[in-house]
């Protein structure tokens, strides 16, 4: 890999991977957190309640309160994990696609690996 503009051998890579941790993967990654645990807790409500009907009336309203913490908690987890998973990827192809790749270490010029 040589500078485009000097010729010279010494460039480095950017480090997609190393920005994105901070970037784009936090941001994504509690979007998916909050979004889980709106759906998780409705899910868990419905499933709750519907298991509680079984038991009888007081089973519903118990039922419900425990499948909404229950449902909250596993698919927040859930949320947050495949938000950040696919916030990373997300955040990569754009990252490689705007920002220039490699960086010349003798005059500082940005470009991309043809
Ligand atoms: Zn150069």
Redesign the pocket.
């Known amino acids: 890999m040589l500078?485009p503009?000097?010729h010279?051998s010494e460039v480095e890579a950017r480090d997609h991977e190393q920005r994105l941790k901070t970037v784009g993967g936090v941001m994504l990654g509690s979007a998916g957190v909050a979004a889980g645990a709106v759906g998780g807790a409705a899910a868990g409500a419905s499933t709750g309640a519907a298991i509680g009907t079984l038991a009888g009336p007081l089973g519903i309203i118990t039922c419900a309160t425990i499948g909404t913490f229950v449902g909250a908690i596993s698919a927040g987890v859930t949320g947050g994990f495949l938000g950040r998973r696919v916030g990373h990827k997300a955040g990569t192809v754009v990252d490689k696609n705007v920002f220039f790749d490699y960086k010349?270490l003798?005059?500082g010029?940005r470009f991309n690996a043809a």
Do not use: F, N
């Open positions: 500078c503009k000097c010279a010349c003798q005059c010029h």
